[in-house]
Each structure stands twice: as structure tokens, then as C-alpha cells.
């Protein structure tokens, strides 16, 4: 690989700067990303393997990113499942959400291939673009993210029909889980077979339950997902949102990184769980709003409190790119993490 940075700072390599890349980094802030999207939906977008490495390639081209993502969204195996997705202004919508023991049985767990999952085709052929010039990722949402949208039916602050499903009936709850679970197994391995370097488990709403709830109902599952793929090899990150009380616990899985929102110190999870936990994140995304001077000061800033950044720190947002964000912000971004490398080390 002629750019390890991300492969070498999630083995805790030394590094003289730390890799970056940013959530959702291809995507619609980039006006070479909106031609594309005006010609196509976002679902077609997903399931064109062509179009959608060049979206994938636009912000490596632009900005030298440390690493490509491949373009696709996480809710896609929901439909091979078998639920009707749609994206609407709203976000995602799913019009037959899962709500009974019945739904949950006419479930599939798909066959992971390049028919039910054109990514797959995308990564291949994003291997062969790149070659070795940077590692991919590839990703996929953990299995109680996935409940939560499959159940709610689309995007919500609070998720109340998955938490009364969750609840009122937590056999079913825990068939769901365990179905999802499969699910992305398949999905995951086969997205390390085509290609992917690296895999990223988004848990999104990780934060909407209580310590023992999710204890109960979700670490299960991402524990076996996690653990089923350490054979592949292949240096997992899991991202979580609003979960202080959870960080404890994620720390003591078998991870390349943590990554986490923007709320959280990092230096203090390595204070409280362990000095070599990898870290990725977690600049506030709306830092990227303001301007180059408050960008470069603060993205260093949070690099410098990072007190062994040069070992399992990736640099990234704390959450996904916004669509409003300048371009010359994220330049400024990724400019300051290269600047890094030129400084002397101070140890
Ligand atoms: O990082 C990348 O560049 C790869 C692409 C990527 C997308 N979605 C593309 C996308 C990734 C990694 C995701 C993950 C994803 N998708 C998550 C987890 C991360 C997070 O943000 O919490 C979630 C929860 C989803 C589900 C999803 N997809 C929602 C809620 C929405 C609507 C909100 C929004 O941002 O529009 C999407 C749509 C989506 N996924 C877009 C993109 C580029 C925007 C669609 C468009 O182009 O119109």
C-alpha cells in the first residue's frame, strides 16, 4: 500500500501524522457529487457500480483523503431484507416497517452478492481504480441501528416504535436482532472479499437506550458481528453517537478504533479505559461551516489533545459531513493534518 497511514494507525503503528478522512466525505456538499445526483436518485446512485466509484473517487481526486469510502448507505440490506425503501425530503422512509412476529418471519437474510448488493461490484471495481494507492473502507450499521430504522419505519428523534417493540415484546426483539445480524455478516464479509481494507460499523442511535437496556438488547449482537468477523482480519471501527455511558464497554472490543461524536474529550476515554485505544473523530461537523482560520485552529487543537496522537489516532468529524459545508473548509482540514508530518516531532 503506497498510503498506510489508516491501516498503520489502526494496527497502533507510529505515524509522523495522523490519517484523515471525513464521514460521508463523498456526498453533497461537493458540486461534482450534485451533477451526478442530478441525473440519478439516490437509490439508483447506490445501485450503479460505476457512478457510484466515481462519487466514491471525488473527494480522494479533490482533497487526497488518507482513505476512499465506498459510496452506498447503510439501510440498503433493510431492503434485501425485504422492506420497501424510499428516500424522500424527509429521509429515509420505509412503508412496510417491521411492527409484528409476522413481519419479523417473512424476513430474509439475502445472500450477500453483487445482485442483491451492487456495492459489492462497486468495490471490486474501486480496487482495480485504486490499486494501492489508499486503503477502502467499506461499512455497514450495527444491528441496533438497523432495528431502529427497520421497526420506526424512517429517521426520528426518539424511535418510540422501536422502543415499544423492544419493550412490549423482547422475543421478538431479540429474533429481529439476531436475523439483522446475520444479515450483515454476509454483507461485511463479502464487502472485505471484494476489496475493503477496512469495515466501519455506523451505531448511530447506540445513545437512545439506557446502559442495561443496551446491554441487554444490542451489545450481543454487535459482540458476535464483531467477534464472527475478526478471521477476515481486517481492522474494524465502530462508530457510536451519544454514548458516554456505553464507552466503557465499547472500549473492551476487539476494535481498530472508536469512533466517536463530537461531544466526547478522546484523550479522556484513554484516561478512563486504556492509553491504546484507538481513537477516530471527532470534530464537530458545523466547525467545518465557519471559516479556514477557526477550521485550522480547531482541527489542531483537537489533534493536540490527543496526548500520543501519533499511535491509533485517526482524524475525522465527530458525525457526517453537512451539505452546506465550503469547500475551502475541508481543505483547510485536511491541509492541517498534512502540515503535520513537516513539523518536528516533539516527544
Ligand atoms: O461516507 C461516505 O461518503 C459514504 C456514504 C454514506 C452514506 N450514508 C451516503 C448517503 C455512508 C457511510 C452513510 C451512512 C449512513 N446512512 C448512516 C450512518 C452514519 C450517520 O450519518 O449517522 C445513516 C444513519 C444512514 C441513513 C441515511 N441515509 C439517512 C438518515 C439519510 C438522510 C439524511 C441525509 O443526510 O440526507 C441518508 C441519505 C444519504 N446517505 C445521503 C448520502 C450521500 C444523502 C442523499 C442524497 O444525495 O440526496
Known amino acids: 500500500m503506497e498510503n498506510d497511514l489508516l491501516l498503520k494507525a489502526l494496527n497502533k503503528e507510529q505515524v509522523s501524522r495522523p490519517p484523515v478522512w471525513l464521514m460521508r466525505q463523498a456526498g453533497r456538499y461537493l458540486p461534482e457529487y450534485q451533477r451526478v445526483r442530478s441525473k440519478v436518485s439516490f437509490l439508483e446512485l447506490c445501485g450503479n457500480p460505476e457512478l457510484a466509484v466515481e462519487v466514491s473517487l471525488q473527494p480522494y481526486q479533490r482533497f487526497g483523503m488518507d482513505a476512499v469510502i465506498v459510496f452506498s448507505d447503510i439501510l440498503l440490506p433493510a431492503q434485501k431484507m425485504g422492506l420497501e425503501l424510499d428516500f424522500t425530503d424527509v429521509g429515509p422512509r420505509f412503508s412496510n416497517p417491521v411492527r409484528t412476529e409476522d413481519d419479523i418471519t417473512k424476513l430474509v437474510i439475502p445472500e450477500a452478492n453483487e445482485e442483491n448488493y451492487p456495492t459489492l461490484k462497486a468495490l471490486t471495481m474501486l480496487k482495480k481504480e485504486i490499486g494501492h494507492k489508499v486503503p477502502i473502507l467499506g461499512f455497514a450499521g450495527a444491528p441496533w441501528t438497523m432495528f431502529c430504522y427497520m421497526t420506526e419505519g424512517g429517521s426520528s428523534q426518539s424511535f418510540y416504535k422501536s422502543k415499544t417493540l423492544l419493550y412490549e415484546n423482547?422475543?421478538?426483539?431479540?429474533?429481529?436482532?439476531?436475523?439483522?445480524t446475520n444479515s450483515l455478516f454476509l454483507y461485511l464479509t463479502m464487502q472485505a472479499n471484494s476489496g475493503a481494507n477496512v469495515l466501519q460499523i455506523f451505531d448511530t442511535w447506540a445513545g437512545i437506550l439506557s446502559y442495561d437496556d443496551y446491554c441487554t438488547f444490542a451489545m450481543p449482537y454487535l459482540k458476535?458481528?464483531?467477534?464472527?468477523?475478526?478471521?477476515?482480519?481486517?481492522?474494524?471501527?465502530?462508530?457510536?453517537?451519544g454514548s458516554h455511558h456505553l464507552?466503557?464497554?465499547?472500549?473492551?472490543?476487539?476494535?481498530?478504533?472508536?469512533s466517536v461524536d463530537w461531544r466526547v474529550n478522546p484523550q479522556s476515554i484513554r484516561d478512563n479505559y486504556g492509553k491504546d485505544i484507538g481513537l477516530q473523530g471527532n470534530l464537530d461537523p458545523a466547525i467545518l461551516l465557519t471559516n479556514q482560520a477557526t477550521v485550522r485552529e480547531r482541527t489542531k487543537e483537537m489533534i493536540m489533545g490527543i496526548d500520543n496522537w501519533q499511535k491509533g489516532y485517526v482524524c475525522n468529524l465527530g458525525h457526517g459531513i453537512l451539505p452546506t459545508t465550503p469547500i475551502d473548509n475541508v481543505t483547510a482540514m485536511i491541509e492541517t493534518v498534512h502540515e503535520l508530518a513537516e513539523e518536528p516531532l516533539i516527544v
Open 170 to 180: 423482547p422475543q421478538a426483539a431479540h429474533t429481529l436482532l439476531s436475523k439483522i
Open 224 to 241: 458476535r458481528l464483531i467477534s464472527d468477523l475478526l478471521p477476515l482480519k481486517k481492522p474494524l471501527i465502530l462508530y457510536s453517537n
Open 247 to 258: 464507552l466503557g464497554k465499547f472500549s473492551m472490543l476487539k476494535l481498530g478504533a472508536l
